[in-house]
């Protein structure tokens, strides 16, 4: 049984394309994240939801939208691709908002043609 | 922003040997903890070590918290091939985020 389950694992798109990853888990935690890789692998985390409201919004475009339909799914919907959204997306639960142990997906990697 | 940064970027190691890596960070924290992540795959949680605590060992695995540096260290004893992967420091803090680094790749030769 997989904890955190993200779909689609492989993702290859156009620019200016809309496209969305799902995020799933199974663990009854109460808060999900979404973290973006980089090629270099540093890991920034984009958002966060407890509970289905939102904790935490980092400085990021608002091309990127999140939601979350209830706590055990946080999806993410990127507009209008750009070649920069390139990466591995990671989602994350953990059991409260405090940040103790995070329990990540297998990533979705996006590559932006 | 990146809050904590590990030492060095990549290591190389025979079997058998000890890894060390250093991870550096900027502000108060609540706790520091320790991930791996094998290539193509999530991050795995090693280990967590809370501000007030200034050692702890799981398995193979040791920690140091110094927070008068704002530095920790993970130890890995009798490296195995198993053990090539990136390891992540992140640190928790009161805003409720988890921030990593850019890790330390550690390739363990047989």
């Known amino acids: 049984d997989t904890a955190v389950s993200q779909t689609p694992k492989y993702l290859v798109t156009q620019m200016g394309n809309d496209k969305s990853i799902k995020c799933e888990q199974n663990l009854g935690h109460d808060t999900m994240y979404w973290y973006k890789q980089d090629s270099k692998k540093f890991l920034k985390i984009m958002f966060s939801?407890?509970?289905?409201?939102?904790?935490i919004n980092e400085t990021v475009p608002n091309r990127f939208s999140p939601k979350s339909p209830d706590k055990a799914h946080l999806n993410l919907h990127i507009n209008s691709l750009e070649l920069g959204d390139s990466a591995v997306y990671f989602c994350?639960?953990?059991?409260?908002?405090?940040?103790?142990?995070?329990?990540f997906g297998e990533g979705s990697r996006l590559t932006v043609l | 922003s990146q809050q904590g940064e590990e030492d060095p970027q990549a290591l190389s190691i025979q079997e058998g040997e000890n890894a060390t890596m250093n991870c550096s960070y900027k502000t108060s924290i609540n706790n520091l903890q320790w991930y791996r992540q094998n290539s193509g795959r999530g991050l795995v949680h090693l280990i967590l070590i809370r501000s007030n605590e200034r050692e702890k060992h799981s398995g193979r695995l040791r920690v140091t918290l110094d927070t008068s540096k704002k530095s920790s260290s993970l130890l890995i004893t009798a490296s195995r091939a198993a053990d090539t992967a990136s390891y992540f420091c992140?640190?928790?803090?009161?805003?409720?985020?988890?921030?990593f680094g850019a890790g330390t790749t550690v390739t363990v030769r047989a």
């Open positions: 994350a639960s953990s059991p409260s908002g405090e940040p103790g142990e995070l329990f």
């Open positions: 939801y407890n509970n289905k409201e939102l904790i």
């Open positions: 992140a640190t928790g803090s009161n805003d409720y985020k988890l921030s």
